[in-house]
């Protein structure tokens, strides 16, 4: 009896489930309610919901299968703010695909295209390197470094800063080829970026590439 | 007339306010309501309290002062779940804040307590050392490198990472002594950690050491 | 002056009644919300307006037209678990419906139409007939106890049960021909239905007929 | 490693779930909110949060487990109906422990506590007797038919009826003595009880003990 | 740097608005939420939403810009009492709106759209002119005492009043010609007026005009 | 039968109040819900609770008893801005007591207690007065006037004004002494004050004294 098997099932799973949420303290199903006014897309309310859900497991160590968000989405003539209606603030956008666009179109050498992702006050700094702030000095640091470099990476982790400033981490390990045409990979790295109104505008990097080098 | 003044201040303020606003399209006041078991500690609603204003603010260009939380925090006899009622899961603790413990801990050399701040898979990865899982492996991998170490932080940033896994990062700068007993300083370096359970459970470092010690 | 006295009469009336509900106690208005997602149709909403009505008023005293219900029913977009989008269940029919379509078809003889709504693991039982399986044991069972029979009902009441399981009473009076030919009527009877997945799993049924027949 | 492990494992078991869940459509988890002026007792909510979940279910097919329900208790000062507080309804009490009670007490043939029991225009209705008003008349009634009986139970549904009425059902089997001495069990029975403001005004019981005393 | 400077300015006001707030003691945000049925037009919800937000403000001194008001639209089939759909009231017309109106059409002489304006029981009195109930009768009131009048308004204040009256003042000065053909102005007056069903049903009116007169 | 017989009144009320309700188009139950910090005494809550029901019933015409105001008192540890918790603002005193309060001190002659409830910039104009700062220059105004006055209240109104001013109005009759020693009552008057910060900023004051005085 397939459906009466299934519910036993269920009961079964649940139970078990139940029995591991005890097990780790797991109680309580926490509910998000978010009041918004209309405007933003399905794809910026899945980032809502999805940090949403993240911020309360921060605190609370609820599996994220029972985290409930609730996005109440109020068209304009439902909100008022000293009795007027609202426009909505049109959503930021992701700060992580920004990074990732910035990375794939410098890894292209394709410049200009990276350029234009960079908001004003840009800054960085690599290995040694000091604070640079146009891509051309980063051209001329690299020089002696390197003949080319790749990233693979292991993971990417994004996050809202201080005041109005996004951060995005990106690791990974580089390969690439010495000036003397030797490759060379499984190199670590780390970059660190902020953003701000879909700009960067600021990128720093650590790397191994030093302590590989004296070994050679 | 005070009062009138002030009045009159708060309207000019109120309108500058909403000019600089509307300026950055902030139009909107989101409005955040969780529901959790009653049982959370002040300083833990706290930490919920900010961490839901940064989702929110990751996605709404709103000015953090105009992002409203409101935690409803339920006795346990009102809340139903299958029901019946439910007790609360007690909160994770503030990875950031064991993170600083672990890091004072081994800058005092008190390996013992740092220890005690490790779960169970610990793994470690420093410039060049390869996967480590001891302590006593650090201190040996340390010995020809510096006689001594301290840091200056930067920034700390933490957030949930993936499955049930908080993630930490601190950054700054080195200071300390050669082998040799030259003193060095301002040495970039940034550190990545996993906690779970309370526990640290991975430590990623990166930093310059190397591309100093090349130029000596 | 029409809308005057009427005013009159409302207040006259407002008074009233809220005086009988001081003399009944019922000075609260109870409200409902319930978020689901969004996808039930008007009638299936009708049904849980109804339900959650009559399951406050199981435990609070109110007047059923004091009791609000509000339904927030959420764009899939809007609804979140685990920071990923849902898809609403499929409401479960209505067993009362279920239960006067399975008792019309059975009273038409329509057997194959009766056997359609039936579940895997079916059982039913009459007055001194044990468990049976099938329709063909039931009429096998009636043939020697009258030769035809119809059902005057007083009441139908569904419920949730346990599990997944729904249950429908219905009770009345049955008229019909004792098989010397000799009518009867105005006989009690009751039947316990169990309904699973939209089809009936169980029935149990229990009348006066016996009693009837030793008097005759 | 006991916290991986268990992590797995509920990672594990959460799919699993997930799977089931996807596999029965149940891909929703609904919530209620109640409003209520404060003043009811755990036990009272107890009810409440139990009632309202079987009444979602009774249309979304969610598991229990899934279904939460938040009682938003407010105090009578935060609580207003035409601008002014109101106290709050004292809740019904339960009306299948009416019934236990009342059912225990005639089977001690405790007529007194049971007559206490009885609301004003109590009607009651067994086998062929025709309405009875006393509890004398079911005694008298039941002389001719059987020296004692006993009920064994296999369940009790109870929910709101129509008005202010809440019904009961229970059912299980007889088993007690003939007139001739010779005893009887596992006979079938059906019992159906009004209730209203805390008293049973209606019982209609059902049996198959003239079916089989017509075999003896 | 545009987006810096707009963010310190940002910063800043933000700062300056919080210092005056805390001058102020204004630390809260009220939220009111409003459930109703669908059918309010953008126009009335605007009304809803200003009403609301100087109900709050009545009492918490918030600044306007820091009340909010979401309005849940409910669509009919959405919204339950006694278990069953409601449609919404159709909503009070603007009062203040319909004095403007009956003004004009009073300054206008345009006797026969004032008339409209009028509801059932409709009193007016003017001063020293007992209660009137006719716009003949202050016609006939007013020729002795001024050849024409008009007004300019300084303000107008509408709320909801007892039962179900909304009143309406407005105030402002009067201008217009003596019976012996000599001009006055910047005569004080008040008029007070109660609306009902969207009819004005009383009329009462203050000014100086004697006062001014006396001196003459 | 006592309670069947209020059950069955019950239910005919129930019936009259929905056909009044439907025949004046008032089918909804309009639920506001404010949330604010913790602090309000149950008489500020209470003066919330009205203004709210009367800023609903202003644009949507439902009977008082229909309108429900929840208010969710949050502890201060429950609600955050910008990520931080806020103290509640204590509530703005009652402008219509302060009213009443100033106009039983100037009945009682009683200056200083007047003055003490007067704020910088107050402003006074009685008819034909023209603007007065002090309440000695009102005492100089009325003296040639009558002898002395006393006020019958028809009715206070008070609401929000435009700002952080409140508004408050009375009107009613005077009773007094002419200079001449002659009595005279019933005139009609009707004051309108602004308050702001608990202190009265304005009083306007209209009346019929010359209209009556040019008769005698």
């Known amino acids: ?5 299934t519910m036993i099932l269920l009961n079964n799973e649940t139970q078990l489930l139940l029995q ?3 097990m780790n303290g797991e109680c309580t199903v926490p509910i998000v309610e978010l009041h918004v ?3 933003y897309s399905p794809k910026e309310k899945q980032r809502l919901g ?3 859900t993240e911020a309360v ?3 609370v ?3 994220a299968e029972l985290v409930t968000v609730l996005i109440h989405d109020l068209p304009a003539q439902d909100y008022y703010r000293g009795g007027t209606t609202r426009s909505p603030a049109p959503a930021r956008s992701d700060p992580a695909q920004l990074v990732r666009d910035f990375l ?3 890894e292209a050498r394709d410049l200009a295209r990276a350029q234009s992702m960079l908001g004003e006050g840009f800054m960085m700094a690599f290995p040694g390197s000091g604070p640079m702030t146009s891509l051309q000095e980063l051209i001329n640091w690299a020089k002696p470094r390197y003949n080319h470099v790749a990233k693979t990476y292991q993971g990417f982790e994004a996050m809202q800063g201080l005041g109005d400033v996004a951060v995005v981490y990106c690791r990974g390990t580089l390969s690439g080829e010495w000036p003397d045409g030797s490759p060379f990979d499984g190199i670590r790295f780390i970059d660190r970026f902020e953003v701000m109104d879909g700009r960067i505008t600021r990128q720093e990097v650590w790397n191994d590439i030093a302590e590989l080098k004296a070994r050679k």
């Open 1 to 5: 009896m397939y459906f009466i098997s």
């Open 20 to 22: 591991i949420i005890q």
């Open 37 to 39: 006014i209309e405007g």
């Open 50 to 52: 999805a940090a949403l």
């Open 57 to 59: 497991r921060f605190v």
């Open 61 to 63: 160590p609820a599996a």
């Open 104 to 106: 794939t179109a410098m």
